[in-house]
Structures are given as C-alpha cells and as structure tokens.
Nanobody, 120 residues
Framework: QVQLVESGGGLVQAGGSLRLSCVVS????????MGWYRQAPGKQRELVAD???????NYADSVNGRFTIPRDNAKNTVYLQMNSLKPEDTAVYYC??????????????WGQGTQVTASS
C-alpha cells in the first residue's frame, strides 16, 4: 500500500505565495518521477511541474519562473513553491509519484488533491 498526502493549500491574494507539500509513505522500494498537476473547474487536469529522481525538472509555460518543485528524497517528499500567484492559478492541485512497491510493481499514484485559490 502506497499513500500520497498533500498539505499546504489555501486562500491567498494575487501576488502572494504558497508552498504545497506531498509525502509518499507505505510499502516503497523506489520513487522515480514526482510531480504536481492541477484541475480548474470545467477544465482538464494539466501538468504544472515534475521532477525526476535525479533532479531534472519540467514546468508548464504558464508557471515557469514563478513556481519551483524541490524534492527531498530522504523524506520521500516533493514540494511546490508557488510565488506571484495569479487568479488563473486557482485550481485543485494533485501530487503524483511513480513508485515501485516492495512487491516490485511500478505504477503512478495520486494524492487526494488540495485547493489553491488566488483572489484578485
């Protein structure tokens, strides 16, 4: 059993900052890529940022330069530091990770989602 638990969402004024955290726990052998997606009302889920096990990062054009995705492998944790938030960043943010469990099975797991609202 593998679980992803997110925290850190909330309401912030436009221009402000938030930091999301996601902890992976359970029967873990290895964690490969980790990342964040978001889904706004009436829109499809989209990639925000991801990071490989080696630290290579990838950002959506809409957040590049404003968001960063640090990762702490010792704590099985990935973060999303969001600066200069805009109303269009408002969405439910989902953590994801590609995990190999102790049985040797590799699959993508998802967190439950956390709401981020940037008010104008």
């Amino acid at each position: 059993q593998v679980q992803l638990v997110e925290s850190g969402g909330g309401l912030v004024q436009a221009g402000g900052s938030l930091r999301l955290s996601c902890v992976v726990s359970g029967s873990i052998r290895r964690i490969d890529a980790m990342g964040w997606y978001r889904q706004a009302p009436g829109k499809q889920r989209e990639l925000v940022a991801d990071i490989s096990s080696g630290g290579s990062t990838n950002y959506a054009d809409s957040v590049n330069g404003r968001f960063t995705i640090p990762r702490d492998n010792a704590k099985n944790t990935v973060y999303l530091q969001m600066n200069s938030l805009k109303p269009e960043d408002t969405a439910v943010y989902y953590c994801t990770a590609v995990v190999t469990n102790t049985q040797g099975v590799t699959r993508r797991y998802w967190g439950q989602g956390t709401q981020v609202t940037a008010s104008s």
